[in-house]
């Protein structure tokens, strides 16, 4: 009987459950991404050929990038210390992966980058009163890293993606991306509403007005409601033949 009540019980929350009460919003946009991509630009998934993702960390979403999306060449940036070399390990047998060990900004040349007390944290800006406060980050060490620009380092012909998690750098990496932006389908961007995670980082909203001025719309938007921070979806608008 109690068995019974409790699974009727069960049964009428589940019911009243969205798909982000199961799933937090910001991974739900994610797995858009990772799943559904091709639906939002409207391709094949066979013909996803392009991806960058700047910032790569461990690479943990790539082996499900390259199994969704057969034909795709993915090149990936990753500047820290601690990183780099553990995700070109990884992937160096794997002739789809391109592994680059440089930071992307706004200019090409050397530049400081911060990493801090928490894994995956690292960023050319030095962390900011807010992530102290939440987060208990603290600025651990830092070191000098070539800094390269999309525009004149990134050989993919089409972008079908480019996934952008930079710890609030985000402005710098799309600021040496004007060309690249042109022949770009999607952006996947980590996001912040709030200013102080990192010292002078974008905001939702800097990064929405500025992709807006490059002809892209915002199709999907998932937060933390605690932190305030997420994920974006941008798609170019409006969409046109692939070519």
């Not at 710890?167 to 952006?187: F, N, P, Y």
């Amino acid at each position: 009987m109690r068995r019974s009540m409790a699974a009727r019980a069960m049964t009428r929350i589940w019911l009243k459950l969205s798909v982000y009460d199961i799933i937090p919003a910001y991974d739900y946009v994610q797995n858009i991404v990772e799943n559904k991509l091709h639906e939002y630009i409207k391709v094949a998934h066979t013909d996803i050929r392009g991806i960058c993702i700047v910032g790569g960390y461990l690479g943990k979403e790539i082996p499900r990038l390259l199994r969704r999306y057969s034909n795709a060449r993915i090149v990936v940036y990753e500047p820290s210390e601690r990183y780099a070399g553990l995700i070109a390990s990884r992937f160096s047998a794997q002739p789809r992966v391109d592994v680059r060990r440089r930071a992307v900004s706004s200019t090409a040349g050397e530049a400081t980058f911060f990493e801090t007390n928490l894994k995956g944290s690292g960023s050319l800006l030095e962390v900011g009163p807010l992530a102290v406060k939440s987060y208990g980050a603290k600025q651990a060490e830092r070191f000098t890293v070539p800094t390269v620009t999309l525009d004149d380092d990134l050989d993919l012909d089409l972008i079908d993606c480019l996934w952008i998690d930079v710890q609030g750098a985000e402005l710098m990496v799309l600021e040496g991306a004007k060309g690249v932006l042109a022949r770009t389908r999607s952006i996947f961007v980590e996001i912040a509403m709030l200013p102080d995670l990192y010292k002078d980082g974008a905001t939702q909203a800097k990064l929405t007005a500025y992709l807006a001025s490059h002809g892209f719309e915002l199709a999907a938007l998932g937060l933390d409601t605690v932190n305030l921070t997420g994920n974006a979806f941008f798609i170019r608008s409006p969409l046109g033949e692939r070519g």
